[in-house]
């Protein structure tokens, strides 16, 4: 074939005789060419024009594509290789099984039958490791073929130090194995350390030449086979040893192979702790390579001796191995070296007889038949192949040029568990085994036989053809824009020239199924026609003439990827020796290492705009997410906050003590109480009458009682007034002191707890506001003052008899009982005790009896319990967030919350049981409703406006119209979207406050055994989490699948409920209710068991360690591994309470028993019941503290925090809450308003519209929006709108397209990744660790726009998106085969584990991933990947039973855009591998069948039904790429995208015939880089690769700050003219890159500006 091409003035330059050469080609259209016009001339010499072209001035290029069919045979045609010379050539690739070298030679193949005539009275001897073991299990299975079902001793790496077999016949009639592991040989052959070695060497040679001794005698026929497995070189030298001094088989000849290295570097470099050499684990990589260069060469002068002519092996030879290819760039690395210093040493003395095999030339000529570092039986036969025809004579071989394989798996690419059952179920199904896939590649049958090249018109399925569709096109420019070097005239007067003209050339076929065309030697003969000069007519005809003659040499910039990487230039010295693969001339620079590391484009695009580093202070919207973000200023809000603090607390007091002094203002008269006897409560005072023992304090004088002075008292800001007369002693009236307000959780203050709400008189000024009388307005104030101190408190009701007057210190429900309500509580009063006026002159306090001891009765000091709990749930909170260190006592904050539900029922119960009120259960709930519904009402307001202003409120306004009325965690739907989420409690305390009355009137009456049943049931029940998923084989952390906002399925709801529904805490309430009837059943034993306040008394003693008992057990429970039982681990378990007989004991211990004193530490506890007051304001506002937290990233400054949180609450309740509650307690009709105001404000405004990002608040700025490329190429974002999405802060990515009629299919991926840290078991040994889960929540989300052809084809020069605001919902109608919906799914546990700080990384997926859409036969169909959902007994697990499910295929038709909730049922690809990642397939429709990519190289065809069953339909090579992959390890090849049909001639120049135009892309897994390219493959089976585009210039961005920035294809659609490749950048940026059809094709070009 020739080609022609002219550039610059060729018209004139042109001889006759040049145009007569041309001619005699078949040109025909020469003459026509004018000045300084392109021409370009395919043709055959002696024959046709296959294509010519001319253009005049100014047209454009002249390009001729011409369509040939060459046959040939591949290898038939091909000389026999010499192998037995010191070197055998190896270099190459393989083609469909077929070795192709560049040797342009091929090796005779040696089936079976020859085989062993050939070694027949040999004795083939290897050593080495693991590769050299299955060249030793291959070698006997070709021989005899029944081996593979036969299982023997040693065949396992690591199993044996020698194995010998003798193969008579086909059949193994003799295997002997010295073991590695077992008995003596066990000890004394084991490869240790050097000096271990040499004390048993004797011992082990002896043990060995006693097992070879045991082997038949020599037979002619017989071939022994026999492996010393050396891991180190000092084994071969023994070996060499030995079997030179064996007599026994003297007379068979001996063959050696040895391959010997790999683990030196297992040792010394990669370090395993496996090594059995100890000693190399302390050697740095060059002093190990040292060890192995000194130990090899002393082997060698063994070896040399050995091989020779006239030694051991001199006859059939030795074979010493490079050490094998492996798919670890870091080892080849290391192999190269000891390679090159084997490849050393082996250069004086290679020979005939002692040849150097390059195993990793050969292994990486094929990386596909490498598997984890180990060679495929198609590689290994291959081996065997190449050093057989150096050992046999060549009358032995086959006839046959063409090698084919029958087997499951003959080549690593058909590996799968499957196609080996056997060997899986006896070594992945045994703990207690080693379960590899490179030994299970090697166990099933496999078996090549030698047949004469196919026919022309045969059809081979996934084998290499003879009929290869060549395309060659060859473009001209017509004005001169290259410089041209003028050289010399070679002998046939040819000019040499360099010169930049395009050489194009690729593959197609119509037509025929044909089978590819990978490897076929094909002559291209260039000339090119420099006209810049005059040629002469016997220049151009002597070129033609002589086109095989070795005269030319040119260079050809971009012409030819001759090694695989790109434009270079290539010098061809000899065109008739130029016999390249067929598909080797593809134009372009797509793996060119350079460009894939250092894309110009790219770093210039990320030098221009700037890239800036995503942070914590932006969410995926695009706004801010954090008020303030400076890590600097951490310090700032809690010193703010505590001066402030410190003011409202202490300010007064400073300003009553050092204020100036005032005029007395006259106050109203105070109220009097007349001459009578007040009864106080022996249990608040202690005495030691018996209990409820009323003390009567008689008064001399009517007793006043001052109300507040309007002299400023010492309290501070948040104190609620009191009478300057009362003091801190615990003094009431009997059965008026409110108990049951001392109750829930995080809620109240201190005076809130202990009050008895009451409606003050409507005389009375509002609590607080009253004024008392000057103390020196009259000596007789005085007096009564000092009178009422001896029987006020505050804040206590104090009634007397007669016509005393009340006064309420503080009031809380103020309007809810009737003044008959207040008279039958005096009658009760009056009844209860006996009442006798005193004397008037008697003594005040006459018959008053000193208090011995104070009884805890029912004050209980819960304040610092309470706070310390808020603050580990705060903490805890934190922690989950992964803003604290990984300290694992703070992950345990959330088992706090369901304590305070038992600590609402002990409080409340404990006040029932001592004065039950009468009122209704509606007026129970707004009565105890002060407490927690004013703050959480006011919390909501800046909680709602910071996550509007965001962004980021996820509450719909239903759920806002729900919490208004504490409703939230009634419904699932409503409870983790909802504002101020943590406050879910809420709704459930309001649920038992209502149950209350009838609950307290069921187990009032409960007698103590009943009372201990029913709390041991209840102690029960949170363990039926644990046992029914233990019995339904279910895991015990089966809720993990449930992710945060997710209520699509059942085990959604289930997690949402177990989490949060009044239901699943009620038996918490309930224990706190039997707690309170516990106590006093106790208490009753404890006053007969002997004097309350002796330490004589049992329950006295016993009760002191109750307490501390149940702190010490919860912190040894968090903190301490020893005392971390795994079932505790579990979050769902822990939370609903299995700690709960723990904090039973802390409430318990703290409240103590009511006759007896208070126990020490309750003693201690006491003293900081202030703390109570802030309690419930650190719990409530701590996420709105957070929001306003200056951190940019990392974790917060905890100490700080913590300090600006309780300062904030103090402050808080020092203004706020004092006001709302007052407010509260005093409308009692206007509070019952409030719910509906604010669900309705709340409502409201929630349907304003979300914020817009800007450019300058935005988290994708880092991004640009819009790149313009040139006038033909843009990148851009595109304008898809997600609304749920944006809720959720979740990003739109890998977006892809499908043009479908006049409309065009969206389909994307929605991401969001959340990081929760818990605490949790260690999966090595069974500790407590911190568990780091990585969550990607992901749904598919689907959208349809109308398709406006203009406006699409225009779009690369307007860049006006099409797609702009195109409405994208959750893809909710996808289900499984078994229709449920697609959402649990199979968990892999490929943790990461840090015994460091003894941490656990976890990734977990949630829902499908990266769709692309497909039109098949008429129908979308969305293909997409996923981890398979968790349908019974379908998820794998690993040996240990943890979770191993991996990433598979999926497809599902009939999908509906604008639908996406109708049913479509998913189905699993079945060709891909269970146990394997399958990702990135590229899908195309070829007619009305469904067909993809499976991988790009090989470019597997792979051919799929609508209900997933799917089958390999062809397999051709790309050289390129395959050289790519060999030289780079590290770097995968991948699909990407779908595969568009094209047939536009006018627009493809570059290849006018029809094809389908596909992306793929590079993954460095070295450097985590990607690059991307667009190819074309042929419009017909076998479906081959013909071009490479230059790189893609995608935009790319980090996923994470510091990470690699990165983009990834995920879809490719055509129309019009307009090539719109969608893509994502950092998994946060759906992008297009958008380019005319011309662009594109201009990028198939081979130009020196792609380099």
Not at 437 to 450: F, H, R
């Amino acid at each position: 074939m020739v080609m022609v091409g002219a550039k610059d003035e060729a018209a004139s330059n042109l001889t006759v005789v040049a145009r007569s050469a041309l001619k005699k080609c078949g040109a025909e259209e020469i003459d026509s060419l004018r000045f300084r016009g392109g021409y370009a001339f395919i043709g055959i010499k002696g024959g046709k024009a296959l294509a010519e072209q001319v253009k005049a001035e100014g047209e454009g290029f002249a390009v001729a594509v011409a369509q040939i069919e060459i046959i040939i045979s591949a290898s038939a045609n091909l000389p026999v290789c010499q192998a037995r010379v010191p070197v055998p050539p190896v270099a190459g690739y393989v083609a469909d099984g077929n070795l192709k070298l560049e040797a342009n030679c091929r090796y005779s193949l040696y089936e079976r039958q020859g085989a062993r005539t050939c070694l027949g009275g040999a004795w083939v001897v290897l050593t080495g490791s693991s590769n050299t073991l299955l060249e030793f299990g291959n070698l006997i299975n070709f021989l005899a073929p029944d081996e593979y079902s036969i299982e023997r001793d040693g065949e396992s790496i690591g199993a044996s130090a020698v194995v010998d077999v003798v193969i008579d016949d086909g059949k193994v009639v003799h295997w002997g194995t010295v073991a590695n592991s077992l008995g003596r040989s066990g000890i004394v052959c084991r490869q240790v350390n050097m000096n271990e070695v040499d004390q048993h060497d004797a011992e082990c040679r002896q043990i060995i030449r006693d097992k070879l001794a045991e082997a038949p005698p020599y037979r002619a026929t017989a071939t022994r086979i026999t492996i010393f497995v050396s891991f180190f070189w000092h084994r071969t030298g023994v070996a060499l040893d030995i079997i030179g001094a064996d007599t026994a088989w003297a007379a068979a000849e001996v063959a050696w192979i040895t391959q010997v290295g790999a683990w030196y570097n297992v040792c010394a470099i990669v370090q395993n702790d496996y090594c059995p050499r100890k000693e190399l684990l302390t050697m740095g990589r060059d002093e190990a390579i040292k060890e192995f260069n000194k130990e090899m060469e002393g082997v060698m002068v063994m070896m040399d001796r050995f091989c020779k002519p006239g030694g051991r092996a001199g006859k059939r030879g030795c074979n010493i191995q490079t050490i094998s290819w492996t798919n670890s760039k870091g080892d080849n690395d290391n192999f190269k070296i000891m390679n090159a210093l084997l490849i050393e040493a082996m250069q004086p003395r290679q020979s005939d007889t002692f040849r150097l095999v390059d195993f990793f030339t050969l292994g990486g000529a094929m990386p596909e038949e490498v598997v984890n570092g180990h060679g495929s039986q198609m590689l290994n036969l291959w081996v065997w192949q190449i050093m057989l025809n150096g050992m046999c004579p060549a009358e032995l071989a086959s006839k046959g040029s063409y090698a084919v394989w029958e087997g499951k798996i003959c080549s690593g690419t058909d590996v799968r568990w499957e196609n080996c059952p056997k060997y899986y179920k006896e070594s992945c199904e045994n703990p207690t085994s080693r379960c590899e896939k490179w030994e299970c590649m090697n166990s099933v049958p496999c078996t090549m036989t030698a047949a004469e090249p196919p026919q022309q018109d045969e059809i081979v399925k996934g084998s290499m053809g003879l009929v290869v569709p060549n395309c060659a096109t060859f473009i001209a420019t017509p004005s001169a824009k290259e410089s041209v070097e003028e050289g010399i005239a070679n002998a046939v007067g040819v000019w040499r020239k360099k010169v930049s003209s395009t050489l194009h050339c690729g593959s197609g076929s119509h037509g025929r199924r044909l089978v590819a065309g990978q490897g076929l030697l094909v002559k291209y003969e260039i000339v090119i026609l420099p006209t810049d000069d005059a040629v002469t007519a016997t220049s151009v005809a002597t070129a033609i003439e002589n086109l095989s003659a070795p005269a030319m040499t040119d260079y050809i910039h971009g012409a030819l990827m001759a090694n695989g990487l790109g434009n270079v230039s290539v010098n061809v010295d000899n065109l008739s020796k130029l016999t390249l693969p067929a598909h080797y001339f593809v134009c372009a620079a797509p793996v060119h290492t350079t460009n894939f590391t250092n894309s110009s484009l790219m770093k210039a695009s990320a030098a221009q705009h700037g890239q800036s580093h995503q942070d914590a202070c932006y969410n995926t919207l695009g706004l801010r997410k954090r008020l303030w973000c400076q890590d600097d200023f951490q310090w700032l809000l809690p010193v703010l906050f505590s001066l402030l603090a410190i003011f409202m607390l202490f300010g007064p007091m400073a300003w009553a003590r050092f204020r100036p002094q005032q005029s007395k203002l006259a106050s109203p008269e105070p109220p009097v109480i007349p001459a009578s006897i007040v009864a106080v409560d022996a249990d608040l005072v202690g005495t030691e009458t018996s209990p409820r023992t009323l003390v009567l304090f008689p008064s001399t004088e009517p007793a006043t009682l001052l109300a507040q002075s309007h002299a400023p008292s010492r309290k501070s800001f948040c104190s609620e007034p009191r009478s300057p007369a009362c003091t801190s002693a615990n003094i009431s009236v009997d059965g008026l002191e409110d108990q049951e307000a001392n109750e829930p959780g995080p809620k109240e203050s201190e005076e809130q707890q202990l009050e008895d709400p009451e409606e003050p008189s409507s005389k009375e000024s509002p609590r607080g506001t009253g004024q008392h009388r000057d103390e020196a307005k009259n000596p007789e104030e005085g007096a009564a003052r000092n009178t009422a101190s001896a029987v006020c408190e505050e804040p206590k009701t104090l009634r007397g008899t007669g016509d005393m007057t009340q006064h309420e210190l503080k009031s809380t429900d103020a309007r809810e009982k009737t003044s008959s309500e207040s008279k039958l509580a005096e009658k009760q009063l009056v009844a209860k005790v006996a009442i006798a006026e005193m004397p008037a002159t008697a003594a005040v306090g006459a018959t008053v009896k000193k208090p011995a001891f104070k009884a805890a009765g029912n004050k209980f000091p819960l304040g610092l319990a309470r706070f310390l709990a808020s603050c580990h749930v705060v903490v805890g909170h934190l922690y989950a967030k992964g803003a604290t260190a990984p300290v694992k006592l703070f992950g345990w904050g959330f088992t706090w919350v369901p304590w305070f539900f038992m600590l609402s029922g002990f409080v409340l119960f404990s006040a029932y049981l001592k004065n039950p009120k009468e009122e209704t259960m509606f007026q129970y709930v707004m009565r105890r409703s002060v407490t927690i519904y004013p703050l959480y009402a006011f919390s909501l307001i800046p909680a709602f406006a910071i996550q509007k202003s965001l962004g980021t409120l996820q509450a719909g306004a239903d759920t806002l119209v729900a919490q208004s009325f504490l409703l939230q965690a009634w419904v699932p739907l409503w409870t983790e979207s909802a504002l101020q989420m943590h406050c879910w409690f809420l709704s459930c305390m309001v649920v038992y406050w209502f149950f209350f009355k009838p609950l307290s009137y069921v187990l009032k009456n409960l007698s103590l055994l009943k009372t201990l049943l029913l709390m041991a049931f209840l102690f029960f029940l949170p363990w039926l989490t644990i046992i029914v998923p233990a019995i339904a084989g279910e895991e015990q952390d089966w809720y993990k699948e449930h992710g945060f906002l997710k209520t699509d399925t059942a085990l959604d709801i289930g997690v949402v409920m177990l989490k949060f529904h009044p239901v699943c805490y009620i038996h918490v309430f309930v224990l706190g209710m039997l707690l309170a009837k516990l106590r006093r059943h106790l208490d009753a034993k404890a006053i007969n068991a002997g004097p309350a306040d002796s330490w004589r008394n049992p329950w006295r003693v016993a009760i002191q360690f109750v307490a501390p008992l149940g702190y010490l057990m919860l912190l040894l429970v968090f903190a301490v591994e020893a005392f971390q039982p795994k079932l505790w681990g579990y979050k769902i378990s822990s939370r609903i309470s299995v700690l709960l007989p723990f904090q039973a004991m802390v409430l318990f211990g703290l409240a103590g028993l009511p006759s007896l004193p208070l126990p020490l530490f309750s003693l201690i506890f006491s003293k900081f019941d202030f703390l109570e007051k802030y309690s419930y304001g650190v719990y409530v506002f701590q996420f709105l503290c957070y929001s306003i937290w200056p951190q940019k990233t990392g974790e917060v400054n905890l100490p700080l925090f913590m300090i600006f949180c309780i300062a904030f609450s103090i402050v808080i309740s020092c203004t706020v809450k004092t006001w709302v509650e007052k407010w509260w307690a005093t409308h009692s009709k206007g509070r019952l308003i409030v719910p509906f105001v604010l669900a309705a404000l709340l409502g409201g405004l929630s349907y304003l519209p979300d914020p817009t990002p800007t450019a300058a608040d935005s988290s994708l700025s880092d991004i640009p929006a819009f790149v313009k490329h040139d006038d033909s190429m843009l990148d851009m974002r595109l304008g898809l709108v997600d609304p749920e999405g944006r809720k959720q802060e979740a990003w739109l990515m890998n977006p892809s397209l499908l043009i479908h009629g006049n409309e065009v299919v969206v389909v994307a991926r929605r991401h969001r990744q959340e990081n929760v840290r818990s605490v949790a078991q260690s999966p090595v040994d069974g500790g407590q660790v911190t568990l780091l889960e990585e969550i990607w929540h992901s749904d598919i989300v689907l959208g349809k726009a109308a398709l406006d052809s203009e406006a699409w084809g225009n779009w690369p020069k307007t860049g006006i998106d099409p797609l702009a605001s195109t409405m994208l919902r959750k893809w909710t109608g996808l289900q499984t085969p078994t229709g449920r919906p697609w959402g649990r799914l199979c968990s892999k546990e490929d943790s990461m584990w840090m015994e460091k700080n003894r941490t656990l990384i976890r990734q977990i997926v949630t829902g499908p991933e990266d769709p692309k859409p497909l039109l098949v036969d008429g129908e979308v169909v969305v293909t997409f990947d996923s981890r398979p959902p968790a349908e019974p007994s379908s998820c794998r697990v690993d040996k240990d039973g943890y979770g191993d499910a991996v990433t598979q295929m999926y497809l599902a038709r009939g999908v509906r855009a604008d639908e996406p909730q109708t049913p479509t049922i998913g189905h699993r690809l079945d060709y891909g591998q269970d146990d394997v990642a399958e990702k990135n397939w590229v899908g195309f429709a070829h007619g009305r069948e469904l067909r993809y990519v499976y991988a790009p190289s090989p470019h597997k065809i792979v051919a799929a039904q609508m209900n997933g069953s799917s089958e390999q339909l062809a397999s051709t090579k790309f050289k390129p790429l395959q050289d790519l992959q060999t030289a780079n390890p590290n770097m995968e090849v991948r699909g990407s995208g779908q595969a568009v049909w094209v047939d536009d001639p006018d627009r493809t120049s570059r290849l006018p015939n029809p094809h389908y135009l596909a992306l793929f892309h590079i993954y460095d897994k070295a450097t985590r880089q990607y690059a991307h390219h667009a190819y074309r493959f042929s419009s017909s089976e076998p479906f081959q690769m013909m071009q490479i585009s230059s790189p893609l210039p995608l935009t790319e961005a980090e996923s994470e700050m510091g990470g690699v920035p990165f983009a990834f294809a995920s879809g490719l659609a055509v129309h019009n003219g307009t090539v719109v490749i969608s893509y994502g950048a950092g998994d946060r940026d759906a992008r297009a890159l958008v380019l005319t059809l011309e662009r594109l094709d201009q990028m198939f070009s081979c130009t020196s500006e792609l380099k």
